[in-house]
């Protein structure tokens, strides 16, 4: 709680003009009155009045709201807090600089993405593969395994987005170059090179769609769909029945699980996140910066295995 002294005197001044001249609603001056106390708390601890925080007071106090569990956006209310009062005694005189300035909001981390392991993608890989050769399937249904089979194999050897694989055009599948032009957002194109088992995926599905029908399509993935080409949603069901058969649940897997692993397994084998980034089709770097989690561990590994003295304890 704040004392009696002058740091007391400038809260409830504060809190009295939010009632008079912002008509702040008890409510709301409860809530300023619990933050800034928390604030004082935490400054009477380093010797210091309410009215006299530093910057770096500041900075420590956010730190210890991060330790303390609370979340970015709570972090950023109480800040917005301890903000207003602050304007308040520099606009009243009783303080000749505002703390808050050089301090910026808590932002809110982006979450992780889900990551499938290596070998669960190999697993996944390979189990498309194996169902284009089960015995007793009918031709429709070998047909949509081996397009299936091509799907899982060029997105994990691509790290295309769904919307991008799924709208490949039929020529990507029919020459035999060792990229492909993917038209991304914005409009934006870039080359995207293909392993030699997607191409062999690709080529297998096409022979055989090929040979069941008698129309052409200008589409790698054609589908009785508005687009003329297989639907996203429709992949997706489909990728999470392989998933099922290796044990991975729904919320496990998909396309974008997927083009997750195409980027985190480049960067745990030692591409750089620069390549990485255009390969996704990232306009930003930052956006392939979720990612360093991955560069972070691989560093980390990289001096445990090489440095001379990692071994040794002190």
């Keep these: 709680m704040a004392g ?12 009295e003009m ?3 001249e912002r ?27 309410l009215d006299g925080a530093t910057s770096d007071d500041l900075r420590a106090y956010l730190d210890d709201l991060e330790l303390r569990g609370f979340k970015a956006s709570s972090a950023g209310r109480r800040l917005s807090a301890i903000r207003q009062f602050h304007k308040f005694l520099y606009a009243e005189g009783l303080r000749g600089d505002d703390p808050t300035g050089p301090i910026s909001s808590p932002r809110k981390r982006r979450p992780l993405p889900k990551v499938l392991s290596e070998e669960d993608a190999g697993r996944l890989v390979e189990t498309a593969r194996e169902a284009t050769a089960a015995e007793d399937l009918s031709p429709a249904a070998r047909l949509r395994a081996l397009r299936l089979y091509a799907l ?6 691509t790290g295309l987005r769904v ?13 035999d170059h060792r990229f492909i032009i993917v038209k991304g957002k914005g409009g934006r194109e870039r080359l995207v090179p293909l392993s030699a088992r997607a191409q062999e995926a690709m080529r297998g599905w096409l022979a055989a769609l090929d040979a069941s029908r008698r129309d052409t399509s200008p589409w790698l993935f054609p589908a009785a769909s508005a687009s ?6 429709a992949f997706a069901r489909d990728l999470k029945a392989v998933g099922a058969a290796i044990g991975l649940g729904p919320a496990q897997l998909s396309p974008h699980v997927l083009r997750h692993a195409f980027a985190s397994h480049l960067l745990q084998n030692g591409a750089d996140l620069r390549v990485v980034q255009a390969l996704l089709g990232h306009a930003d770097i930052s956006t392939t910066q ?3 989690h991955v560069l972070e561990e691989r560093l980390r590994r990289l001096v445990e295995d090489h440095h001379p003295l990692a071994d040794e304890r002190g």
């Design 228 to 233: 003329g080409h297989l639907t996203r949603q």
């Design 23 to 49: 008509g702040a609603a008890a409510t709301t001056l409860a809530s300023y009155r619990r933050d800034l106390e928390d604030f004082s708390t935490f400054l009477a601890d380093r010797r210091r009045p």
């Design 163 to 175: 919307s991008e694989l799924v709208a490949l055009p039929a020529s990507a599948g029919r020459r």
């Design 18 to 20: 939010l009632a008079a």
């Design 4 to 15: 009696a002294g002058p740091s007391s005197r400038h809260l409830e001044a504060f809190l």
């Design 152 to 157: 899982v194999e060029v997105l994990y050897a």
């Design 290 to 292: 979720i990612y360093t």
